[in-house]
């Protein structure tokens, strides 16, 4: 069975430019959670999809960050417009429900010049 | 807000002493997850613990859920090279999120 897979990898962009993260969850998993980790600080929480669904954005730093999970499979996290402290490595992780584990992708590790 | 800390941060030992980390909530959680990071790569799940004063083990790991539900603790006994890495715990409190703790950063020498 496939993992949890992240586009792209890595990720050098100027600030004031647009990058678009990319998450595929395993298959079949409903929920879905972005988060951050910058410089080997904590593990940050975005949000949470259930399917298609937002279930918790609080974590989302400001209108400049804007996930999406159309059709309930694969979620993008755009960052428009970036800034330095935005970057960070992005990590999403799927889950089977609330109380299962999570399994966590590779991570896409954005620089922001 | 929920606040979720861990210490130590750091923690170097030699091969074969024992390690503990513990985890603190600011609120009672509804259930908690250990994860483990080597350095490069990414979290992967150890356990989770649902129910107060729980305790479980995997080999050398022992996990431990406090009896308020707002604390955790993970013990290794006789650390080996390989358990080198970040411990996270993640905790829920009856919200749909997770709150990471601060982690700790294990390195353990030869």
């Known amino acids: 069975e496939a993992g949890v897979t992240q586009f792209p990898s890595h990720s050098v962009i100027e600030k004031g430019q647009t990058v678009t993260l990319r998450c595929d969850p395993i298959?079949?998993?409903?929920?879905l959670y972005w988060y951050r980790r910058v410089m080997g600080k904590e593990i940050k929480f975005l949000l949470h999809?259930?399917?298609?669904?937002?279930?918790?954005e609080s974590g989302m730093p400001n209108n400049r960050f804007l996930a999406e999970r159309t059709g309930g499979t694969y979620s993008t996290l755009k960052v428009q417009p970036a800034e330095l402290e935005d970057s960070g490595v992005y990590f999403c992780a799927s889950s089977q429900g609330l109380v299962y584990e999570q399994y966590f992708g590779p991570g896409t590790r954005l620089t922001v010049t | 807000g929920q606040q979720v800390m861990q210490i130590p941060q750091y923690q170097h030992v030699q091969e074969g002493e024992d390690f503990t980390t513990y985890c603190n909530s600011s609120?009672?959680?509804?259930?908690i997850q250990w994860y483990k990071q080597r350095p490069g790569g990414h979290p992967v799940f150890l356990i989770q613990?649902?129910?107060?004063?729980e305790v479980k083990k995997q080999k050398r790991l022992t996990f431990q859920f406090g009896e308020a539900k707002k604390n955790s603790s993970l013990h290794i006994t006789a650390t080996q090279t390989t358990d080198v890495g970040t411990y996270f715990c993640a905790g829920r409190a009856g919200t749909y999120k997770y709150i990471f703790g601060t982690g700790t950063r294990l390195k353990v020498l030869a």
């Open positions: 999809f259930v399917k298609e669904s937002k279930q918790d």
């Open positions: 609120t009672t959680l509804s259930n």
């Open positions: 613990l649902v129910k107060s004063g």
């Open positions: 298959s079949g998993h409903d929920n």
